[in-house]
């Protein structure tokens, strides 16, 4: 379960496998969760990262770059 620390509320899936990119190559795979009440947004990843020379090319909405 994922909880929002300022509503205390569930939060909600709303996308499945979504790529946290570190530099260009280096992701994590996680899922997209929304909490209900103040829209906050988080990703929760898989811990074992992997690599993608294409990872930046991909959809819209299904990568996020992280920040260098």
Request: glycine share 8%.
């Amino acid at each position: 379960m994922t909880v929002c620390a300022k509503c205390r509320r569930e939060m909600v899936c709303v996308k499945t496998g979504v790529d946290a990119v570190f530099g260009d190559t280096h992701c994590y795979r996680g899922d997209a969760f929304e909490c209900p009440e103040c829209k906050a947004r988080v990703l929760r990843c898989n811990v074992n990262p992997y690599y993608n020379p294409d990872a930046l090319k991909g959809e819209p909405g299904k990568f996020i770059k992280m920040e260098d």
